[in-house]
């Protein structure tokens, strides 16, 4: 399924141009148009879907399958020395383009970024019980 509007949509058929790195029957890897770092790469599902929650079960799989092939081949290709990997999930998280993808930063002991935990500081004011609880609407 692909959205005629959508961006990505119109990479993973071919239809506007991008840096293709990896490529299988569900998912397609490419580097981000504004990195953010050298190999800054983006893993799109095939299937158009906004987020991971709409996202068919049978293409789960294959894209994370497609994120650890990309990532090993930015760590050997760039002789990078670690990687930040993460999904901006909803307009609260920062997502613009509205077909899910997976950043893969390469990282490096010198660049000056910081841990996944570093974009966020929202501490809650519940206990991680009370937290839990809600989460499994236990009472
Ligand atoms: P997000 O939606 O997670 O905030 O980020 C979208 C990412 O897509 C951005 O990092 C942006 O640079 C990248 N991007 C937006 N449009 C294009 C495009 O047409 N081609 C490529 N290669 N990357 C894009
Ligand atoms: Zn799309």
Redo the contacts with the bound molecule.
């Keep these: 399924m692909r959205d005629p509007n959508c ?2 949509c ?2 993973v058929d071919g239809k ?1 141009p ?2 293709k790195l990896y490529e299988d029957s569900h998912a397609l890897a ?7 770092a050298p190999g ?1 790469t ?1 893993i799109v599902p095939k299937y158009h879907a906004e987020t991971l929650e709409t996202l068919p079960e049978e293409d789960a799989g294959p894209l994370f399958s497609a994120v650890k092939k990309v990532a090993k081949m930015l760590m050997r290709g760039l002789e990078a020395d670690g990687a930040t990997i993460g ?2 999930q909803g307009a609260a ?6 077909h899910l ?1 997976v ?1 893969v930063l390469p990282r490096y002991h010198s660049d000056g970024g910081g841990a996944i935990q570093s974009v966020v500081n929202n501490k809650p004011k519940e206990s991680l019980g009370e937290i839990k609880s809600k989460i499994l609407k236990i009472t």
């Design positions: 961006i990505f119109k990479i506007i991008a840096e490419f580097l981000d148009l504004e990195p953010r800054h983006l999904i901006n998280a920062g997502q613009v383009v509205g993808h950043h």
